[in-house]
């Protein structure tokens, strides 16, 4: 199983971003998708996440400004951004959580400029 995320770069203060994460293989049951990230120096934390009810979940600090979503194709989650700010620069990494396993992506780096 590989999570491949993409959709990161370099973005002005005040812009948006989507973030893809694409599962290749095989997962039987996924019980969560999530996104994390982790800026320079920091702990990795949880922005937002989503169970197989889709039902989601969001760190409070981005409430208002991320939207998770599952995407029509299986295993593909989106993360949206809206008004960035300078501290949203972090490696964004996603999840795909079925049983006790995690599985992660490599990550995608989004850069907010000010």
């Known amino acids: 199983v590989q999570l491949q995320a993409s959709g990161g770069g370099l973005v002005q203060a005040g812009g948006s971003v989507r973030l893809s994460c694409v599962v290749y293989g095989s997962i039987n049951i996924m019980d969560r998708m999530a996104w994390y990230r982790q800026a320079p120096g920091l702990q990795r934390e949880l922005v937002a996440e989503i169970t197989s009810d889709s039902t989601t979940t969001y760190r409070d600090s981005v409430k208002g400004r991320v939207t998770i979503a599952k995407g029509n194709a299986k295993n593909t989650v989106y993360l949206k951004i809206d008004n960035l700010k300078p501290e949203d620069t972090a490696v964004y990494h996603c999840?795909?959580?079925?049983?006790?396993?995690?599985?992660w992506g490599q990550g995608t780096l989004v850069t907010v400029s000010s």
């Open positions: 999840l795909a959580q079925s049983g006790p396993r995690d599985y």
